[in-house]
């Protein structure tokens, strides 16, 4: 499975960024299973998880996002995106694609987010 992330930018605090991610050649049947996150990584911190939605279309949510970041997926395009509104500088980094089905797991190349005060 491979993951192409698209979507980052720079913008300023308070406005709206939407991220995707299309699973390229894998068929529906592939990317339906599959278990969907959105992961980041800020400069001189480790990964972090953002936000998942499960096969079944179970969304979970890290703390500092609640409120403000939503996640889908729509499987018919094999796509999963983040709708990342109310911006803050902190929200700052690389955000990363991720796919997971057991104990396989499928990473994207990232694509970068800078959020200005």
């Known amino acids: 499975v491979q993951l192409q992330a698209s979507g980052g930018g720079l913008v300023q605090a308070g406005r709206s960024l939407r991220l995707s991610c299309v699973a390229s050649r894998a068929i529906t049947s592939v990317f339906r299973p599959l278990d969907m996150g959105w992961y980041r990584q800020a400069p001189g911190k480790q990964r972090e998880l953002v936000a998942i939605?499960?096969?079944?279309?179970?969304?979970r949510y890290a703390d500092f996002v609640k409120g403000r970041f939503t996640i889908s997926r729509d499987n018919s395009r094999k796509t999963v995106s983040l709708q990342m509104n109310s911006l803050i500088p902190d929200d700052t980094g690389v955000y990363y694609c991720?796919?997971?089905?057991?104990?396989?797991?499928?990473w994207g190349q990232g694509t970068q987010v800078t959020v200005s005060s």
């Open positions: 939605i499960n096969s079944n279309g179970d969304k």
């Open positions: 991720n796919a997971k089905r057991g104990l396989d797991a499928y």
